[in-house]
């Protein structure tokens, strides 16, 4: 075709930019949990998932031992999409007592059962028209019955940890800016620690988050 000649536009062209547009809404996305914490000027859902992709692309072989056979690509494609529903349903902070929280308490139940509906709703809209590879992925991260979806899991906790010691190190927050009833129970960003140190399932992740926290502490008690 000549150039100039009028051609109809591809309606599956359009979906998948459209899907795309909407996915970039990640990168304006601020993470919740620092917000309530007053960060200045915090990071992305975006910045975080590229943090967790860089972790797994770095560190992912010190997770060998315990993750025997884990594919460190795969693994980086579920770290990319871990969290792109986000862009849709917004962020929501994991809190120290949902974490401690007794699994059969009804009311955390359907909060858990509400935000993952939502969230594979939004996944619909926002991979329906792209490959099925962004969906499997999302799916696989969700599912965590694979090493690679553990081993994002622990690279994203680490991340929190890892950026909560960069915010204390900059002196990036001041609670009085965010909520103030938001970390009654806990000082500075020790609560990231609180929630993070639980969830890990591996004994590579719970070495790195000892190393993490003692340079936090560090830093906080100076």
């Known amino acids: 075709m000549a150039p100039g000649d009028d051609t109809d ?3 599956a062209d359009d979906a998948a930019l459209d ?3 909407d996915a970039y809404a990640l990168k304006d996305e601020r993470r919740t949990g620092w917000q309530l914490r007053g960060v200045d000027e915090p990071e992305s859902v975006a910045a975080h998932s590229w943090g967790v992709a860089y972790l797994v692309l770095t560190l992912g072989d010190r997770f060998r031992e315990d993750l025997p ?8 494609r579920l770290a990319v999409v871990h969290d792109v529903a986000e862009a849709e349903t917004g962020d929501v902070a994991t809190r120290a007592a949902d974490v401690t929280a007794d699994d059969d308490a009804a009311g955390d139940a359907v909060d858990r059962e509400a935000k993952v509906a939502a969230e594979r709703e939004a996944m619909r809209d926002l991979a329906g028209p792209l490959p099925e590879r962004v969906r499997d992925a999302w799916e696989a991260y969700e599912a965590r019955n694979s090493p690679e979806a553990v081993l994002v899991k622990e690279c994203d906790l680490l991340d929190t940890c890892l950026q909560a010691l960069r915010y204390e190190r900059g002196d990036r927050y001041d609670p009085e800016r965010g909520d103030p009833d938001a970390f009654r129970e806990y000082d500075d960003l020790d609560e990231f620690f609180a929630t993070s140190e639980p969830r890990l399932r591996t004994d590579a992740g719970v070495e790195l988050f000892a190393s993490i926290r003692e340079r936090y502490r560090a830093v906080r008690d100076r």
């Open 9 to 11: 536009a591809d309606p």
């Open 69 to 76: 056979g884990v594919d460190r690509d795969r693994a980086l």
């Open 19 to 21: 899907a795309l547009l």
